[in-house]
């Protein structure tokens, strides 16, 4: 076997090309060249180019770098050599492209058995938390954000992480790479709240998926083993713009260092001026959008922003403004679209005309789980919408 | 005849509506709803919420409303009122979709012939002049970019306004309307610093296509005439983000005060840093990204772009900063690809081995030119590029 620091470092490998060509992306840049040439055929520049999104000048900059340090050979087309591709097999990158548009073209009989099997599994999911903004996407949406993934080069990755993952893409990802017949990340890194939403991951993912389940908070930085481990992320937070910048800050904490890395991002569209407001956030966090997909994701039956939202493509840049450096502190403020609606409301039982108080912060926090647990006088299920109540005061009897 | 103001006065009564329903997307979000109803049929309030761009709650206090104003009648569904339909009319509004993914979805022989018409319009067009950082899109693109203008709802228009036009859009727009058999725009309002250029468009368009071409060079504000004018823009501006800030200050300063219209930008992709330096540059004129398809225009052989670039909708907001007030000022600064290479190279003769200096700033700006013109000395068409060279200082002979 070989001991070449191609092997024993792969990671050195791209940082030591990155910083040799002076490369804007980083280490993300050669990963994506890696991985344009991860298949059987020789690749030309131009070729390499496209795939990688680099100039030409810049791409070949970049193959340059790998010859000299004998993971590409010295022919042209470009190809491997024996320690470039033992490289790339460590990494875990595959040949794979997906070249029509993963968000209208039809999808093959394969993956609509993906979709159906995916939105079976919602049955068997808790319900819906609203005060935590869940709501769960389609099947079908599940699987065109794997192949949009694909489609961007993105995938496969040696690791993924995905923040907050009530949709179970964790779940999809491991599908349609079975699918497919190519796995699309060394690893998968699931960050959640709900125990009940890994488990749910742990019992209907592949037996031999890698994937990484850590139940966390993520108002309190990630833990130190999911810090700088990424090499690309995903997330579907709550629709606030406090909620979104939190969900990317502990994103961008779980991604390698350095710029050019990607970070998915699913989102309801606002009005003008929230709108903006989410694109300075995302300005101050280094990520500028890369592409951005309006409505293309369908949910089932999602209140808050009319069953469809957004799909961006951000990538990471060398501008991270530090004063949004989350990374030393907890979040406390409002959070998810319940707290920013934090006054609570009335409600009135249809059967017996007793009185409720709902809301976000009361021992009764949404209406559904009023009708859940039914009126302890009457036992009815059906509450009418009362008046705005005053907010109870912690710490006092409502 | 009708003497309402709906009549009298289009746009104040979006702006009335506007006011009256504090509509975030202003007398554009009113328009919005209008051409969702200027077909024969009835809307039910979702289907209008979806074309319109609106949450269903909002687009109904918008249609309560009009109906107030007597221009939606008290049906459900909603139609229009005689007033109602008069005033769209005036307006220019048509009934008209594009349902399908206008970036990749199977033109219509109609529209390949559009295409077509419009590419072998290239050859009469004068040539490139990379100085001002001009390319042509391919007829294809052309089309899909009206296309796609259409699909978002921006298109049929009362007004549409393009700053620089070396793409001629303006005769696409006219084009692909007439194969549609549907009029776009009640007007196009073209500036452009070419005389060249406007003659083409002159010379092209359908005789009663209603162009205003004005003469312009867009470092200097906008011409009265043309101020707080159109309801969508469109540009293509240099490749620099000076240059594509200032030409969307100016496509602001030539759409109505207010929120909500639309602005189309084609634009080459950067490396991160520069990319983050237009986001915020867009965020800094209130400008926000609504939809981001990278790559999908295509060149003929763009140099400084690789043939290829990228398509935004931004959405004006309310929240232009005024730091980047422009209006008041004319613009000085570098502009242009080739001003941000402002040193000249030398280029040797490969017949006499004569040299020359290029540059943007010389009296021969690009090899382009010194090829086209030949070799003073021996007549020679093919130079090599050499050192780079001192920049000459204005005024004293080379």
Redesign the interface.
Do not use: C
């Given at each position: 076997m070989s001991t070449s620091p191609a092997l024993t470092a792969p990671f050195g490998v791209l940082a030591q090309v990155a910083d040799a060509t002076q490369l804007?992306?980083g280490e993300a840049g050669v990963l994506r060249v890696l991985r344009a040439l991860a298949g059987p055929d020789r690749r030309a520049a131009g070729e390499i180019?496209r795939f990688a999104?680099l100039?030409?000048p810049v791409a070949s900059a970049v193959l340059g770098e790998l010859r000299t340090l004998g993971v590409v050979d010295g022919l042209r087309p470009a190809g491997l050599t024996a320690d470039g591709r033992a490289l790339v097999a460590t990494l875990g990158l595959r040949p794979l492209t997906y070249a029509?548009?993963p968000?209208?073209?039809p999808l093959s009989p394969d993956l609509v058995a993906v979709a159906g099997a995916l939105d079976a599994l919602v049955g068997q999911q808790p319900d819906v938390d609203v005060t935590l903004d869940q709501s769960f996407a389609t099947g079908e949406t599940k699987v065109r954000r794997v192949l949009w993934m694909i489609a961007a080069g993105a995938l496969p990755t040696p690791s993924l992480l995905i923040v907050g993952d009530d949709d179970l893409l964790s779940v999809a990802v491991a599908r349609v790479g079975a699918a497919l017949g190519v796995p699309l990340a060394g690893e998968v890194v699931v960050i959640d709240i709900s125990a009940a939403i890994l488990a749910t991951i742990a019992s209907s993912a592949p037996p031999d998926a890698a994937i990484d389940l850590i139940e966390h908070d993520v108002r309190r930085p990630l833990p130190p083993a999911a810090r700088g481990r990424s090499c690309v992320a995903s997330t579907d937070p709550p629709y606030t713009t406090q909620g979104a910048a939190l969900f990317l800050a502990r994103a961008l904490e779980g991604l390698r260092p350095g710029?050019?890395w990607d970070a998915f991002l699913h989102y309801g569209?606002k009005?003008?001026?929230p709108?903006?407001d989410l694109?300075?956030e995302?300005?101050r966090l280094?990520?500028?959008?890369?592409?951005?997909?309006?409505g293309v994701n369908h949910y089932l039956g999602a209140g808050v922003i009319?069953g469809r939202s957004d799909a961006y493509r951000l990538?990471?840049?060398?501008?991270q403004s530090a004063e949004t450096d989350w990374e030393a502190t907890a979040y406390d403020g409002p959070l998810y679209t319940a707290d920013l609606r934090a006054r609570p409301r009335t409600y009135v039982c249809a059967g017996c005309g007793e009185r409720f108080i709902v809301g976000p912060r009361e021992p009764i926090a949404t209406v559904g789980a009023l009708q859940a647990h039914g009126c302890p006088t009457c036992g009815g299920t059906s509450f009418r919408p009362g008046s705005l109540a005053p907010q109870s005061i912690p710490g006092e009897k409502a």
């Open positions: 804007g992306e180019s999104r100039p030409v029509v548009d968000w209208s073209a710029p050019g569209a009005p003008p001026g709108a903006i694109q300075g995302l300005t280094g990520l500028v959008v890369r592409e951005l997909r309006p009319g990538e990471l840049t060398a501008q």
